[in-house]
């Protein structure tokens, strides 16, 4: 059994990442870091890793940690995965996602260009509820005027003649 592990390889077979090049590229990227001594240290895809390091991955808008309990290099089916590593991401850091996707058709980044089928439904109904009203709560039938049916205005003719 090995005592080390490169850590982009280990992030790919713990299924962080969807393929190992993509682990790489976010290892050059400064965007996965390791827990040392309390310290972060930004992790190069060949640094190894090994049981009980903290791995930090950073995954806009949010940073998951995972504690290692095991070390593999080979991709594990997911119900394994609990077995090798340990989630331990702050409970905050979910509440952020979820209040970024309750909010997403509201607060879009730019260049993110036009909003989904789904987004602009969603953008629709929103507008459709602030703008809809009921025909009760703009008038009651009590104080129509007759001269104009449906509206009630709070003036009268004399307001006008100086």
Known sequence: MKTEVRIDKWLWAMRVFKTRTVATDSCKKG???LLVNG????????RMIKVGDIVVVRKPPISYSFKVKALTENRLGA???PEYMENITPKEQYDMLDVIRISGFIDRRKGLGRPTKREGRDLAEFTDQIYSYSEADTYDDDDLDSDTPGYHFDFDEDDFND
């Open 31 to 33: 965007r996965v870091n």
């Open 39 to 46: 310290q972060e240290i930004t992790a190069k895809p060949s």
């Open 79 to 81: 119900k394994l995965v």
